[in-house]
């Protein structure tokens, strides 16, 4: 029997994917998370086969989870589903050791095929996925000067403090600061944090 803790903080998609994988004969839902948090302490205390995770959840996202179980070598496969097509939260989840990445919109057999697949040992990514990822150009064009800069603007700190910290003027931090935005296509410095970490540039 194949024993699933399903992560997911939308309730009636939650209640739904219980009931259609405990309709399979060799499936058992034994744990139900609500968010990133939740699905963490229900794979240590239960220890199931494999962990079906939605990204955007509150308190941890399912990538923040599936980082934090990778790190401590849990043995529970994991599989991101999500409606996110996002190159850098694929490439997130490909180093967090995560076995499957599909899409909401697949249809159940799909899932339920994937699961077979990846108790299996293999490893299942949605197509289009891939494909996105590569025609993507996902090199960070940041210098590492620069990623260091935002990294501090991300953490909350004003102009002065990052000069400070860097050892440079405020000028030269606010040309930093002009400078990335450029180079990101983006028009101030929060939209700047999200292109960076949307990306998986911050890892």
């Not at 405990?22 to 139900?32: A, H, Q, S, Y």
């Not at 990846?118 to 993507?136: M, S």
């Not at 909350?156 to 990101?184: F, M, P």
Request: charged fraction near 30%; aromatic fraction near 6%.
């Amino acid at each position: 029997m194949i024993r699933i803790v399903i992560a997911e903080d939308q309730g009636m998609l939650l209640g739904a994917m219980k009931s259609l994988l405990n309709m399979e004969d060799d499936m058992e839902v034994v744990g139900l998370a609500k968010n990133g948090e939740e699905a963490i302490q229900l794979v240590e205390q239960l220890q199931p086969d494999i962990c079906i995770m939605d990204i955007e959840m509150p308190v941890k996202t399912g990538l923040d989870a599936a980082e934090h179980l990778y790190s401590i070598q849990s043995q529970c496969k994991i599989i991101i589903l999500t409606t996110f097509a996002r190159p850098g939260y694929f490439e997130r989840a490909r180093k967090a050791g995560v076995k499957g990445y599909l899409l909401k919109d697949s249809p159940i057999e799909e899932l339920v095929q994937s699961i077979r697949t990846i108790i299996e040992g293999k490893r299942i990514y949605a197509p289009e996925l891939v494909d996105f990822v590569y025609e993507e150009e996902s090199e960070n064009p940041l210098t590492e000067r620069e990623s260091q800069v935002l990294e501090l603007v991300a953490e909350g700190k004003t102009t002065k403090e990052i000069a400070s910290e860097l050892y440079l003027s405020t000028g030269t931090v606010r040309n930093y600061i002009s400078t990335i935005l450029d180079k990101l296509g983006v028009g101030n410095r929060i939209e700047a944090i999200s292109r960076f970490k949307e990306k998986g540039w911050n890892k």
